[in-house]
Structure formats: structure tokens, C-alpha cells
């Protein structure tokens, strides 16, 4: 079953090199200061990479031997149900309680893609679990008025009724010191049917609302995303540091969404606020483990810490019942794979700037396999040009048998495969717009096929503030762009503001129709496999300066956000 595992492995590799050396647990810092120890096992961003869950038991068991059992609390920062391999997604999330239970997990903070499966199923979801409980602060149904329509505000934004899940919690240690939770996912988006408010003014709430309860510690729980400038979002409208800086009066919070290592591992204290930061990195490749020290009803130390792939399987023996869950849900999924499609000589890279070893990032950069996608949506649409936000390629494919399970991954969010046709100045505006957000990985940056382009890393600004960009030498099928030419671009995007009509329909949609055209295509003997290099097909080439006999436009770049 080393199908599932060589990417996990991969990214443990990477972060041994990254990471603070630890064997295993490191040693705590003397207690004689303290009352006694809280600790919290924690992960993020798993997306179906399940075989780290026998090893969250495992860790988990091992602090409450040392600490008791009610001093250990197991928590997931989101993205649980979907957004990965197919483990989760194909079977609608239903393979994910009963693991997540056996594993240990007190508190669920749903992410964005554990809404891809729709509001009822993820409602759904939530019942199954018998020990596992859900927490998010700024997630409401919509509130309806007597006819039972949304009701909304001057923006036609709906405004928010009811909580979905519960807001707060609290929690007893051993020694009587009263813990108080909260949960938070991204904010502002339409998830599922329901409305997540901002994550700052909620974080506000909930501590408030702990600390009249008699808290004497508080711990966030939040899907909302780190970025290493303290300040840019990613798809959200605060980075947890944000909160962290803008909200006191959290011990600590543990966050998710941006699949990040903060400072090697250890994370990051908030000099205004002294909350703790961090997350576990993400596919499974590490726990995080927090320690509270507490003296007197009150946090007296901290600390934080990542154990990777390597130590878990050094020092841990995965906990058995959780494994045979984990073993039986991928044999479930080979079952369902079928016969390989291809074989590819390389690794296909669907990596984020987090989780690869040079940085380079499929939300940001050309990568071998965004080259093949765009390929294959331009040949299945008989297109003249392809373009897909790097967001919608959700797993690599490691090198050797590609497997109908492997495609699933890649397709986690669907497809939306879509034609229109573009003058080549639109089809410049188009590229321009994807650059919007660099060097920082956005939703707006995409993978293209048939045309080619560079581009100048500096931009210029315009009187209106908006970027202005240099294209150099764009090209489509490999002649200079004609901006008065039409040309038939396709789109793979999942999100749509478009009304679907006859004309507008996609041509695929769903993962399991993206997945068997694509598998079909391999067969084919059509596609072409390239190794992963900076930049693989020379397709989208960052520039420092311009080449003398450039043929160059300027452009004014539309900041489109989540397509």
C-alpha cells in the first residue's frame, strides 16, 4: 500500500531538515513551578493523508500516561472530509469519523473543504461522530424571514441566523483549572449555504464570553490561516496572527488552512498578546503536541513542538485499532481504483510553497503537473488555449502506476470545465491576473496550456493603485498573440459566480467525470510527461529584466480572488 504513503514520506523527509530536531517527545521544562501539565495533540490540512492517525493516538497516550487522562485534549484544525486523495472525498467524508473517534479527537474546527460535500452533508457528517465534537464560533445558517427566504443585507450578502455548530466550550483538568475552546474556519464565503462572519470580531465573542464563564485558560482552534509577513490573509480576512495580535486573552491558538511550519516547528508568541501560534504542517506528514504549565489556575509556560513522519515511526508503534480503520479504508479505495492508466517516469508536482523542499508552489509557479491538466482540459475541450487556478490541483501523483484513485485526488474539488472565447487582449488581461498575488500562493494564479508568456517580476502601479504588468513575448500555439484575433480558451474552475445555462454548462463537472476523461486521456498515449523542474515546460517564465528584442505589453492585472 506504499501509494498512499511515498507523499507523506516526502514531506517528512523535508521537514527532519526544516523542523527543530526533536527524537521524540523532547524533554519538558522542570515542573517544580507548576501545579500540573496540560497538553494538546494536534493536527491540520490531513485531506484524507489518514495514516497519521494511528500515531495522533499514540502521542496522545503517551502524555496521559504522563499527565492523566483528562489533562490530554486531541484537536483538528479543519479540512478533514475533502480537498485531498480520495480516501475521504470519493466515499462523501464517510470513511473519516469512525477513524477520527478511534484516534482519540475531542474538537473538529471545520475548514473550507470540508464544505465541498455540501452544508446537509457535512451536517451529516457531524452526526457520526460518537466522541468527536464540532466547534466553530462564526458559522450560522442564514437567517430567513416568515416566508422562509434569506434574509439580506444592502450588499445581498445573507445575513447570519443561527449557529450551525456550538461556539464555545469548556473543559475541566485534573487539578480543577477551567479551559475554554472556541473554533473558527474562513471567513466570508457562502460555505455549504451557511455564512462565516470575520474571524477577529468572533475570536473577540467567544474569549469574552470564556473568560465571564470563570476560563482561567483559553484555546482557539481556527482554519483561518499563517502567512510568515504576520499580516497577508490567505482566503481569509485576519492570518492567525492577526488574531492573535488584535484578540488577548488566548493562551493558545491552533490554527490550519495555510499548511504551514512556524519557526521550525516551535511556532510564534505574539509579543503584544503572548498568545502561542502554530499548525502541524498538513497531508498527515506531522502531530503538533502543545504544553501548558499551569500554577494557580493560570498559564505559567508554553511550548510547541512537531513530531514528523520519521520520529512517529521511530518512536511510536501506531495504535492498532485506529490502523485497522486506515488499512481498511485504502483497501477499499484500491478495490474501487481499477487497472492503472499510465505509468509516469516522474514525480507530478501538485505541491504547496509548505510542503516542497525548494519552495516552489503550484498556487504560484508552473509546475509538471499543472502542465499536464491544462493539457488534458485543452485537448478534452477542444480549445486553443487552457487555464486552471493552480487551487483546483489538489494532489501530487507520485512516479510509477497512475490509478483512477490518484486522478480522484487530483479532482478533489471537481472541475468545471468551461469554453468561452477571448480576443487576445482579454486573453493578456487573463494572464496579467494571474500574477495578481505574487510572490504570495492565491487562488488566482493558473496553470496554462497552449500559450506561453514571461513576465517581469516588479510590476509598476497605476494612477488608480492597481498593478500593471509587463507581459513579454506572449504566444499561443506557438505564434506571437494577435490581441485582435478570437481565440477558445477553456477554464477548469469549481467556483463560478456564472448562471449555468445550456451555453455555460460545463463539460465536466464532477471529480469522477474529470477523473475518467483524464484517465482516458492518459491511455490515449496522448499526454505528455515532463520532469518537475523550475520551470518545466517553460509555459510561464518569471523575469528580472526584459530581453532586448522583447515584444512586451503593459497590463493592468483584475484582481479576481477565489474563481
Given at each position: 500500500m506504499k501509494h498512499h504513503r511515498t507523499l507523506t514520506m516526502l514531506l517528512a523527509l523535508w521537514l527532519c531538515l526544516s523542523l527543530t530536531a526533536v527524537p521524540a517527545l523532547s524533554e519538558a521544562p522542570a515542573q517544580a513551578d507548576c501545579d500540573e501539565v496540560f497538553a494538546i495533540v494536534h493536527t491540520n490540512d490531513v485531506h484524507g493523508f489518514i495514516d497519521v492517525e494511528p500515531y495522533v493516538k499514540a502521542v496522545a497516550d503517551e502524555l496521559k500516561a504522563a499527565y492523566g487522562e483528562g489533562n490530554v485534549l486531541t484537536v483538528s484544525a479543519g479540512d478533514v472530509f475533502a480537498g485531498g486523495n480520495a480516501v475521504a472525498h470519493l466515499y462523501n467524508g464517510e470513511t473519516i469519523p469512525p477513524i477520527m473517534d478511534a484516534a482519540g479527537y475531542d474538537i473538529l474546527a471545520p475548514g473550507?473543504?470540508?464544505?465541498?460535500?455540501?452544508?446537509?452533508?457535512?451536517?451529516?457528517?457531524?452526526?457520526?461522530?460518537s466522541h468527536t465534537r464540532m466547534l466553530c464560533a462564526n458559522l450560522y445558517r442564514p437567517m430567513t424571514d416568515e416566508n422562509g427566504e434569506a434574509v439580506l443585507d444592502e450588499d445581498g450578502h445573507a445575513l447570519p441566523g443561527d449557529t450551525v455548530f456550538d461556539r464555545t466550550m469548556t473543559i475541566q483538568t485534573a487539578g480543577g483549572v477551567k479551559i475554554g475552546l472556541f473554533g473558527l474556519t474562513v471567513s466570508g464565503m457562502p460555505f455549504g449555504g451557511f455564512v462565516s462572519t470575520g474571524t477577529i470580531d468572533t475570536a473577540r465573542e467567544a474569549v469574552d464570553i470564556l473568560k465571564k464563564d470563570g476560563c482561567g485558560v483559553i484555546v482557539g482552534i481556527g482554519h483561518t490561516g499563517w502567512n510568515d509577513d504576520l499580516v497577508t490573509p490567505s482566503a481569509n480576512d485576519?492570518?492567525?496572527?492577526?488574531?492573535?495580535?488584535?484578540?488577548?486573552?488566548?493562551?493558545?491558538?491552533?490554527?490550519?488552512?495555510?499548511?504551514?511550519?512556524?519557526n521550525g516547528g516551535s511556532g510564534w508568541v505574539c509579543p503584544e498578546t503572548g498568545t502561542l501560534v502554530n499548525q502541524a504542517s498538513c497531508k498527515g506528514a506531522c502531530v503538533g503536541v502543545i504544553r501548558l504549565y499551569l500554577r494557580d489556575g493560570a498559564v505559567v509556560n508554553k511550548t510547541a513542538e512537531l513530531l514528523t513522519g520519521e520520529s512517529l515511526e521511530a518512536h511510536y508503534a501506531p495504535d492498532p485499532s485506529v490502523k485497522e480503520l486506515v488499512d481498511a479504508a485504502w483497501a477499499r479505495l484500491e478495490a474501487d481504483s481499477g487497472e492503472a492508466y499510465a505509468q509516469t517516469p516522474y514525480f507530478l508536482n501538485a505541491l504547496r510553497a509548505s510542503e516542497s523542499a525548494d519552495g516552489r508552489s503550484v498556487r504560484a509557479d508552473e509546475t509538471n503537473l499543472g502542465d499536464l491538466v491544462t493539457d488534458f482540459m485543452r485537448s478534452y475541450a477542444g480549445a486553443d488555449v487552457a487555464l486552471t487556478s493552480g487551487v483546483m490541483i489538489r494532489c501530487s501523483i507520485e512516479k510509477g502506476p497512475v490509478y483512477a484513485r490518484d486522478l480522484y485526488g487530483v479532482f478533489a474539488n471537481g472541475c468545471r470545465l468551461r469554453v468561452q472565447e477571448l480576443t487576445g487582449e482579454e486573453l493578456l488581461q487573463e494572464m496579467a491576473a494571474s500574477l495578481v498575488d505574487l510572490p504570495y500562493e492565491s487562488p488566482a494564479f493558473c496553470q496554462i496550456s497552449g500559450a506561453t508568456y514571461a513576465y517581469l517580476k516588479e510590476y509598476a502601479l497605476s494612477d488608480e493603485g492597481e498593478k500593471v504588468y509587463t507581459i513579454i513575448n506572449p504566444a499561443v500555439g506557438g505564434e506571437p498573440i494577435d490581441i485582435s484575433k478570437t481565440?477558445?480558451?477553456?477554464?477548469?474552475?469549481?467556483?463560478?459566480?456564472?448562471?449555468?445555462?445550456?451555453?455555460?454548462?460545463?463539460?465536466?463537472?464532477?471529480?469522477?467525470?474529470?477523473?475518467?476523461?483524464?484517465?482516458?486521456?492518459?491511455?490515449?498515449?496522448?499526454?505528455?510527461?515532463?520532469?518537475?523542474?523550475?520551470?518545466?515546460?517553460?509555459?510561464i517564465i518569471p523575469l528580472d529584466e526584459a530581453p532586448a528584442d522583447a515584444v512586451a505589453y503593459r497590463v493592468v492585472a483584475e484582481e479576481k480572488g477565489m474563481p
Open positions: 473550507n473543504n470540508d464544505f465541498n460535500l455540501g452544508g446537509d452533508q457535512l451536517l451529516a457528517l457531524s452526526g457520526m461522530f485576519a492570518t492567525s496572527a492577526m488574531v492573535a495580535r488584535e484578540v488577548p486573552g488566548i493562551d493558545v491558538y491552533i490554527d490550519g488552512h495555510s499548511h504551514s511550519v512556524i481565440y477558445r480558451v477553456a477554464y477548469g474552475f469549481f467556483f463560478s459566480e456564472t448562471e449555468e445555462t445550456e451555453e455555460t454548462e460545463p463539460l465536466l463537472s464532477t471529480m469522477e467525470e474529470a477523473a475518467a476523461a483524464m484517465g482516458e486521456y492518459l491511455r490515449s498515449g496522448q499526454a505528455v510527461l515532463l520532469p518537475d523542474v523550475p520551470v518545466p515546460d517553460q509555459r
